[in-house]
């Protein structure tokens, strides 16, 4: 799930402006940086996700208005690249920023202590992030399918110079979307520190898998992206407990490399 829900954040905002978010594992990290950083002064949990998320959507709207607003003046093939340039750039910038505040691994703490049924060891924060994760996705697939601003992204994706006739601000609703994509990235970033350590470089392997995820899934496609997430999640956990982890990854490169050589032109 929370393989699915990276590449969804990838997807949504390449699949409305054309732009690779490679900063999207940043903002998954920040999400946990500040939750850790809030903890330290007010010990309530609530008040510390609900500032994490606070906090993600302030910095998100400041990047769509600033940077990607320079990325959306261009068009086609030369927005996608220099997408990737910007983003990645301002990851990288980012990054060396916050390692010098924050150089140690954090994790957001959780209460409810793990349980045994039928000889069966369950971690309650698997539980947690599944539960969760469904939600997120389902309150996206609403939004999406059920919305007039979710009706009016899907046009936008499908088709931007119609949308415009009909009424309707493409770039006001890609910047609804980023943003939406970065809160994604919080809440993921926050559910896998139930888990993980999450330092400053988790961005990198946490914006590699989103990208994985999304090329599997269809790069535009929701429906198909949060398909790959669950899919390429379990292959890795099976071959992570099977052969290790470093094989593991290979693997799902391997699987990312296959999906790109027979599906280029649908990929194109």
Do not use: H
Request: one cysteine or more; a neutral charge.
């Amino acid at each position: 799930m929370l393989f699915a829900l990276l590449g969804l954040g990838i997807t949504l905002v390449f699949g409305l402006g054309g732009i690779l978010n490679l900063a999207i594992g940043v903002f998954a990290v920040i999400a946990v940086l500040v939750v850790s950083a809030v903890l330290g002064i007010v010990s309530n949990i609530a008040v510390a996700l609900a500032v994490s998320i606070l906090v993600v959507v302030a910095l998100g709207l400041a990047v769509d208005r600033s940077v990607l607003s320079l990325v959306y003046r261009s068009e086609g093939n030369e927005r996608e690249l220099l997408g990737i340039f910007v983003t990645l750039g301002l990851a990288t910038f980012i990054d060396g920023f916050l390692y010098m505040r924050f150089p140690s691994g954090y994790s957001v703490p959780w209460p409810v202590d793990s349980f045994n049924i039928g000889g069966v060891f369950i971690r309650s924060q698997s539980l947690a992030v599944l539960a969760v994760s469904v939600v997120v996705v389902v309150l996206v697939y609403v939004f999406l399918e059920r919305t007039y601003l979710g009706s009016a992204a899907r046009t936008v994706m499908q088709d931007e110079t119609g949308s415009m006739l009909c009424g309707i601000n493409p770039r006001r609703i890609r910047s609804l979307v980023f943003v939406l994509s970065v809160v994604i990235a919080a809440i993921t970033g926050i559910l896998y520190s139930l888990t993980y350590s999450v330092s400053v470089s988790t961005q990198f392997d946490l914006a590699i898998n989103a990208v994985i995820v999304s090329i599997v899934g269809g790069v535009t496609n929701v429906t198909g992206t949060v398909a790959a997430g669950l899919f390429l999640g379990v292959l890795f956990t099976l071959a992570n407990a099977w052969i290790g982890s470093f094989v593991a990854n290979i693997v799902v490169f391997l699987v990312t490399v296959g999906v790109l050589v027979t599906k280029s032109e649908a990929l194109a």
